[in-house]
T-cell receptor, first 116, second 112 residues
Framework: AQSVAQPEDQVNVAEGNPLTVKCTYSVSGNPYLFWYVQYPNRGLQFLLKYITGDNLVKGSYGFEAEFNKSQTSFHLKKPSALVSDSALYFCAVRDLNSGGYQKVTFGIGTKLQVIP | DADVTQTPRNRITKTGKRIMLECSQTKGHDRMYWYRQDPGLGLRLIYYSFDVKDINKGEISDGYSVSRQAQAKFSLSLESAIPNQTALYFC???????????FGPGTRLTVL
């Protein structure tokens, strides 16, 4: 069975500092990884994805994520945090080799608070 | 205009009532999904549909039913609502490649 872990319920960072939101995953085959962001009273918005290729993936709003196969991690990063980045962030995984419907499993979310 | 819309946005109902949540999309996607979001549990899949004639149960389908009226419309029904169905419900779509999903704004349902 596939799974996603977001070990931090909340991450606090000062505006202008770099931020990292952690995600680790478990799949039996090759992973297809996503990050989504949810602002208050809104649905989830796609930020970026990893399928194959370069381990550093760039996405929307200046975010990037680094795929590390040996550590089974896909941490979300941004060099300089903005107050407007404060939101709930979800990591998600699909197992590309699972056959049939490739279910997407979401993590429980990490609340990012950027302090002015 | 939003690509994925949900109605109603908020609903308060009583135990035992039948409730329908509606979802419409203008993205032209074949695949549609219903999730519920609960604090500390993330998103859990209720039902999914790959086309009008293909509907499948997700991980928590008990107490729910769905109808895919057209490619663009996917409704979720609670036949007899109970308080533990109080949650935030999201509709989502994706293209046939099954890649990233596009979410509606959500329906906040409270069952008293």
């Amino acid at each position: 069975a596939q799974s996603v872990a977001q070990p931090e319920d909340q991450v606090n960072v000062a505006e202008g500092n770099p931020l990292t939101v952690k995600c680790t995953y478990s799949v039996s085959g090759n992973p297809y990884l996503f990050w989504y962001v949810q602002y208050p009273n809104r649905g989830l918005q796609f930020l970026l994805k990893y399928i194959t290729g370069d381990n550093l993936v760039k996405g929307s709003y200046g975010f990037e994520a680094e795929f590390n196969k040996s550590q089974t991690s896909f941490h979300l990063k941004k060099p300089s945090a903005l107050v407007s980045d404060s939101a709930l962030y979800f990591c998600a995984v699909r197992d590309l080799n699972s056959g049939g419907y490739q279910k997407v499993t979401f993590g429980i979310g990490t609340k990012l608070q950027v302090i002015p | 205009d939003a690509d994925v819309t949900q109605t109603p946005r908020n609903r308060i109902t009583k135990t035992g009532k039948r409730i329908m949540l509606e979802c419409s999309q203008t993205k032209g996607h074949d695949r549609m999904y219903w999730y519920r979001q609960d604090p500390g549990l993330g998103l859990r899949l209720i039902y999914y549909s790959f086309d009008v004639k293909d509907i499948n149960k997700g991980e928590i389908s008990d107490g729910y039913s769905v109808s895919r009226q057209a490619q663009a419309k996917f409704s979720l029904s609670l036949e007899s609502a109970i308080p533990n169905q109080t949650a935030l419900y999201f509709c989502a779509t994706s293209g046939t490649s099954g890649r990233e999903q596009f979410f509606g704004p959500g329906t906040r349902l409270t069952v008293l």
